[in-house]
């Protein structure tokens, strides 16, 4: 885990003195922004590793933060929020988080959910093969791009990750709630509702493709990639 950057956004100083004192004892690199902008403007100049989000601050909030970094970038993003009901848990998911931790946090807690998703997110960039060919369907871990007839399709990181999961596990049916945990990695149950809504519109890039390839559901149990033919 060493030679990881770590970019801390938290407008308390006390939080974020705890957070930079664990993750530095770990060896991490720790950058910070106290305010939403200042993160933007530091993750894209910065490109930390992984960056531990708080959902209350100044200028933009951390879901404004969330979302407009995942327009360009995939960095792992870990949201800290002091609010630990269901809304602000699918919301996340919806907007590309990768993790979250409810305050008040144990650092010790914050340092394992870090390590975890910095092992996640290197597991699925080493993940074998780069590339899944399928004819007319191409997906390309190392570029994150999706190809369909030659066309470049656009898909957020978490849509992509959904797709190449299911495509590089041909046949198998896995249900919500492994998907949430393998994409997502959530330790706890997770709402299906997340990997619906990503499915879903998965699905309708994928028409292009529907003579190569689709995903099913299998009723009663969850999704399954398919060739076609
Ligand atoms: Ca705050």
Not at 140 to 163: A, W
Request: with cysteine.
């Amino acid at each position: 885990m060493a030679n990881h950057t770590i970019l801390v956004v938290e407008d308390e100083e006390r939080v974020q003195q705890l957070v930079k004192l664990y993750l530095e004892k770990e060896g991490f690199t720790v950058d910070m922004a106290f305010d939403g902008k200042e993160a933007v403007k530091k993750a894209r100049s910065g490109l930390p590793d992984l960056i531990l989000l708080d959902i209350m601050l100044p200028e933009m909030d951390g879901w404004e933060v969330c979302k407009e970094l995942r327009k360009t970038m995939s960095t792992p993003i870990i949201m800290l929020t002091a609010r630990g009901d269901e809304f602000d848990r699918v919301m996340g998911l919806e907007l590309g988080a990768d993790d979250y931790i409810a305050k008040p946090f144990s650092p010790r807690e914050m340092v394992a959910r870090v390590k975890a998703v910095l092992r996640r997110t290197a597991a699925g960039a080493q993940n074998g093969s780069k590339v899944l060919d399928f004819n007319e369907l191409c997906i390309n871990y190392t570029s994150r791009t999706v190809e369909i007839k030659g066309n470049i399709i656009e898909m957020p990181p978490k849509e992509f990750e959904l797709l190449w999961f299911l495509a590089g596990h041909c046949g198998q049916v896995f249900s919500r709630e492994q998907l949430l945990h393998s994409i997502w990695g959530y330790s706890y149950v997770g709402d299906p509702r997340t990997v619906d809504t990503h499915i879903k519109r998965l699905r309708e890039k994928l028409t292009q493709a529907r003579e190569v390839c689709s995903i099913k559901t299998v009723w009663g149990y969850g999704y399954k990639f398919e060739v076609v033919g």
